[in-house]
């Protein structure tokens, strides 16, 4: 008889684990607590327009480049349709100059010599230094967990040729690059290149790799949006014979005699199974669902001391405009605010804007939605939350705020704005149970980019823990990973040989 294999929610992290399941013989079931797939990669409608919430960018998107085979498998990439940006992002200054972060690397390195000659030397070890990350091996096809000596040997060899570029840039941070630039324009705006929280912290590896993906055109934006991307899976699992239990939240994963049994929940209903996967937060499976029973140091480490990617406010507006005069970047035009403005308690001077000026699917004909986001805290957002009258007021205030702000950018916009939406940090806790609201899980820093925490838990048997809480640093292709590999460890468990869709 088929094993059984529970898993609880219907990410992308747990849609992997259910299509590899299926492909490999078990009898697999999702509870997911939502009514739709896709967890955080997802999208919802206001007004005749659709909020994209997710992907600026798929990795893996290119025939013959890394990844690519990850979707295939799952023979996904037929139905795909991906947009390659010729810009990354703009970042602009005070005084009309502005930084456009080019796809085509040898673009970029023309145009930052351009706005900085006298730094080139810099410029020149960071363009090589993305030529360089173009084939730099990440080895995914076989879970970690399985590696053998002479898998470990191979890989090792594989990264000899990378010994000196990773003894650069590995430990090297966006201020390690930053703090070497003379032109203070470069340096002004080189950390805004990423959108994020703590730029200046932020792994350099992960800036260059990326941009080599953008340059290879293997980054692309799905067309449709990200709900669509993530119904695309829920459908292959559905037609691989997997069943999505929607409107399913799980309050407790049913153990006797430290092994994994089955999963209770909210209502009462009990589901018993041979192997139970969490595809869910981590903190909500580990001290919630299992009571923190199989927790160690480390474990607890991990959620007492990590930086989490702080959560969103995500301003979302649907403009009676084409914006076809607008170039289409990666993720956005970034500008400084000619007067500042508070979002969720702090006082913000810029602001990134992202026109989905490229995906007509978004907003009725002659339309664009258009997006704003900021990293805020989550106990202003939960304090707030609990007086429903002032978190709507603020909410209120930060749209007006941010369409006056588009305004002076954007001459005419305000007058445009026929839907508006605030998402926060509250909204993506109630939605997808992510702890804290973080919308992906452990912050990317040079220590945790390398690190992969265990899918086990100390002392539990039969249970495993896939996607953004076990991957730092989350991201579509990583999770997507950590579902597909789970099962390539249960089927080493049981003696199994792993198999795929395509060979
Ligand atoms: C704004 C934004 C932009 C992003 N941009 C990119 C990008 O450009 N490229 C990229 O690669 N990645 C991007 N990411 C990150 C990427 O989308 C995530 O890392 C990834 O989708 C996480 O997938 P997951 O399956 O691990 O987790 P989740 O998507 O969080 O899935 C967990 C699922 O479990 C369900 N669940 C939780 N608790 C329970 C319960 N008790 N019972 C039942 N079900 C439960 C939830 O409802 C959810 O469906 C972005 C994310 C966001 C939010």
């Given at each position: 008889?088929?094993?059984?294999?529970?898993?609880?929610?219907?990410?992308?992290?747990?849609?992997?684990?259910?299509?590899?399941?299926?492909?490999?013989?078990?009898?697999?079931?999702?509870?997911?607590?939502?009514?739709?797939?896709?967890?955080?990669?997802?999208?919802?409608?206001?007004?005749?327009?659709?909020?994209?919430?997710?992907?600026?960018?798929?990795?893996?998107?290119?025939?013959?480049?890394?990844?690519?085979?990850?979707?295939?498998?799952?023979?996904?990439?037929?139905?795909?349709?991906?947009?390659?940006?010729?810009?990354?992002?703009?970042?602009?200054?005070?005084?009309?100059?502005?930084?456009?972060?080019?796809?085509?690397?040898?673009?970029?390195?023309?145009?930052m010599k351009?706005l900085a000659p006298e730094d080139k030397d810099v410029i020149?070890?960071?363009?090589?230094?993305?030529?360089?990350?173009?084939?730099?091996?990440?080895?995914?096809?076989?879970?970690?967990?399985?590696?053998?000596?002479?898998?470990?040997?191979?890989?090792?060899?594989?990264?000899?040729?990378?010994?000196?570029?990773?003894?650069?840039?590995?430990?090297?941070?966006?201020?390690?690059?930053?703090?070497r630039f003379t032109n203070?324009?470069l340096?002004?705006?080189?950390?805004?290149?990423?959108?994020?929280?703590?730029?200046?912290?932020?792994?350099?590896?992960?800036?260059?790799?990326?941009?080599?993906?953008?340059?290879?055109?293997?980054?692309?934006?799905?067309?449709?949006?990200?709900?669509?991307?993530?119904?695309?899976?829920?459908?292959?699992?559905?037609?691989?014979?997997?069943?999505?239990?929607?409107?399913?939240?799980?309050?407790?994963?049913?153990?006797?005699?430290?092994?994994?049994?089955?999963?209770?929940?909210?209502?009462?209903?009990?589901?018993?199974?041979?192997?139970?996967?969490?595809?869910?937060?981590?903190?909500?499976?580990?001290?919630?669902?299992?009571?923190?029973?199989?927790?160690?140091?480390?474990?607890?480490?991990?959620?007492?001391?990590?930086?989490?990617?702080?959560?969103?406010?995500?301003?979302?507006?649907?403009?009676?405009?084409?914006?076809?005069?607008?170039?289409?970047?990666?993720?956005?035009?970034?500008?400084?605010?000619?007067?500042?403005?508070?979002?969720?308690?702090?006082?913000?001077?810029?602001?990134?804007?992202?026109?989905?000026?490229?995906?007509?699917?978004?907003?009725?004909?002659?339309?664009?939605?258009?997006?704003?986001?900021?990293?805020?805290?989550?106990?202003?957002?939960?304090?707030?939350?609990?007086?429903?009258?002032?978190?709507?007021?603020?909410?209120?205030?930060?749209?007006?705020?941010?369409?006056?702000?588009?305004?002076?950018?954007?001459?005419?916009?305000?007058?445009?704005?026929?839907?508006?939406?605030?998402?926060?940090?509250?909204?993506?806790?109630?939605?997808?149970?992510?702890?804290?609201?973080?919308?992906?899980?452990?912050?990317?820093?040079?220590?945790?980019?390398?690190?992969?925490?265990?899918?086990?838990?100390?002392?539990?048997?039969?249970?495993?823990?896939?996607?953004?809480?076990?991957?730092?640093?989350?991201?579509?292709?990583?999770?997507?990973?950590?579902?597909?590999?789970?099962?390539?460890?249960?089927?080493?468990?049981?003696?199994?040989?792993?198999?795929?869709?395509?060979?």
């Amino acid at each position: 008889m088929k094993k059984s294999i529970s898993i609880i929610g219907a990410g992308v992290a747990g849609l992997f684990a259910g299509c590899h399941g299926q492909i490999n013989g078990y009898n697999t079931q999702i509870f997911e607590m939502h009514n739709l797939p896709g967890g955080v990669c997802t999208s919802w409608k206001r007004k005749g327009y659709t909020i994209d919430g997710c992907a600026h960018w798929v990795t893996g998107t290119r025939p013959g480049t890394r990844f690519y085979r990850l979707w295939e498998e799952l023979d996904l990439v037929k139905d795909w349709s991906m947009v390659d940006h010729k810009e990354y992002a703009r970042i602009e200054g005070s005084d009309d100059e502005v930084f456009i972060v080019y796809s085509e690397i040898d673009r970029l390195e023309q145009h930052m010599k351009e706005l900085a000659p006298e730094d080139k030397d810099v410029i020149d070890e960071f363009i090589k230094a993305i030529h360089k990350s173009k084939d730099f091996p990440i080895p995914w096809e076989k879970a970690p967990e399985l590696l053998t000596p002479i898998d470990r040997l191979k890989i090792i060899s594989s990264m000899f040729p990378y010994a000196s570029f990773f003894r650069k840039w590995g430990n090297k941070t966006i201020k390690d690059v930053v703090q070497r630039f003379t032109n203070p324009f470069l340096k002004q705006t080189f950390p805004l290149i990423f959108n994020l929280q703590n730029p200046l912290d932020f792994p350099i590896l992960a800036v260059l790799m990326t941009l080599s993906w953008v340059d290879q055109k293997t980054a692309g934006y799905p067309i449709g949006g990200s709900l669509e991307f993530s119904k695309a899976i829920a459908q292959r699992y559905l037609d691989l014979g997997g069943k999505i239990n929607y409107k399913s939240k799980i309050s407790k994963i049913l153990v006797e005699n430290d092994k994994a049994v089955g999963v209770k929940l909210t209502d009462g209903s009990e589901y018993r199974s041979d192997i139970i996967i969490s595809a869910a937060n981590g903190h909500t499976t580990i001290f919630d669902m299992l009571e923190g029973k199989y927790v160690n140091k480390r474990i607890q480490d991990y959620y007492d001391k990590f930086t989490l990617y702080r959560p969103l406010v995500y301003v979302s507006l649907g403009v009676a405009h084409s914006f076809e005069e607008i170039p289409q970047t990666v993720t956005g035009i970034d500008f400084p605010l000619d007067e500042s403005i508070i979002i969720g308690g702090q006082e913000q001077k810029r602001m990134s804007v992202q026109f989905y000026n490229f995906d007509p699917t978004l907003a009725p004909a002659g339309k664009t939605f258009v997006r704003v986001m900021y990293a805020s805290d989550y106990e202003y957002w939960k304090t707030l939350k609990q007086n429903p009258e002032r978190y709507k007021t603020e909410k209120k205030q930060i749209v007006e705020d941010v369409i006056a702000s588009l305004d002076k950018r954007f001459p005419g916009l305000a007058a445009k704005v026929e839907m508006s939406d605030v998402a926060t940090a509250t909204t993506w806790e109630r939605y997808t149970s992510n702890w804290k609201g973080s919308f992906q899980g452990w912050q990317e820093t040079t220590k945790t980019l390398r690190m992969r925490l265990k899918k086990t838990l100390p002392g539990l048997k039969n249970f495993y823990m896939v996607g953004q809480w076990v991957e730092p640093g989350g991201s579509l292709p990583k999770v997507a990973i950590s579902g597909r590999n789970v099962i390539q460890i249960i089927c080493h468990k049981d003696k199994k040989e792993f198999v795929t869709l395509t060979p």
